[in-house]
């Protein structure tokens, strides 16, 4: 069964038109995190989750918002989606010490209009 | 600055033979976690091994082993017997900053297996 589900697994929007990714852990982990991958790319951190504490990256735009209303859900809003924020949104969970690992949902591809 | 840097775009390797993956990193973080991560043609992340900076033997997963060398900073991967299933983006990635530290991506080496 899978721990870290991502819905939906495509996403199509339009230019400026906001959108919600979502991510949800059966895990009960503490720190969650939100990646963006573009093709043939690292992942890049946008920012993550202890508990309820945010971590914003330096260099994540101000489009890119989070949400996590409770420990097993958090999400992703682009409050106006470019068309350079078309990418894999990836979700990652981890319970919290620097040895484990962390659990990937499947991901969301998001394409831009 | 925390940094991975993995300097093979891509690699091959011929079919049931070993192949290393090179990955050096840096961090002033004196507790840090080094992972290795397989990313096949369909994007899923699948967690292949892992060694903590404290850790005196070299992590070994099956097939996988890590080759860590702590005053070079590097943690290469080594496949052995390398299979078609193999073939996939491979990133190392680093954990630092404690328990609500950030994991930080290199840019993957893309490894072909050939027949």
């Known amino acids: 069964d899978a721990m870290v589900i991502q819905n939906p697994r495509y996403q199509v929007t339009q230019f400026g038109k906001p959108v919600t990714l979502s991510c949800s852990q059966t895990l009960n982990h503490n720190v969650m995190y939100w990646y963006q991958q573009k093709s043939s790319q690292a992942p890049k951190l946008l920012f993550h989750?202890?508990?309820?504490?945010?971590?914003n990256e330096a260099d994540t735009p101000d489009n890119f918002q989070s949400r996590r209303p409770n420990t097993s859900f958090c999400f992703l809003d682009i409050r106006s989606p470019g068309l350079g924020d078309a990418a894999m949104y990836l979700c990652?969970?981890?319970?919290?010490?620097?040895?484990?690992?962390?659990?990937f949902g499947s991901g969301t591809q998001l394409s831009v209009l | 600055a925390q940094k991975i840097t993995q300097t093979q775009p891509g690699m091959f390797v011929q079919e049931k033979e070993a192949v290393t993956l090179d990955c050096t990193y840096d961090?002033?973080?004196?507790?840090?976690?080094l992972f290795w991560y397989k990313q096949p043609s369909s994007g899923e992340m699948i967690f292949l091994i892992y060694q903590g900076s404290y850790d005196q033997q070299n992590a070994t997963e099956g097939r996988y082993s890590l080759n860590f060398q702590k005053a070079r900073k590097s943690a290469n991967l080594v496949i052995s017997a390398s299979q078609l299933g193999d073939s996939a983006m491979y990133f190392c990635?680093?954990?630092?900053?404690?328990?609500?530290?950030?994991?930080?991506f290199g840019k993957g080496t893309k490894l072909s297996v050939k027949p």
């Open positions: 990635a680093m954990r630092y900053g404690g328990s609500q530290g950030n994991l930080i």
């Open positions: 989750y202890y508990d309820k504490d945010f971590n």
């Open positions: 961090t002033s973080d004196p507790s840090y976690g």
């Open positions: 990652a969970t981890t319970g919290g010490a620097t040895n484990e690992k962390l659990f």
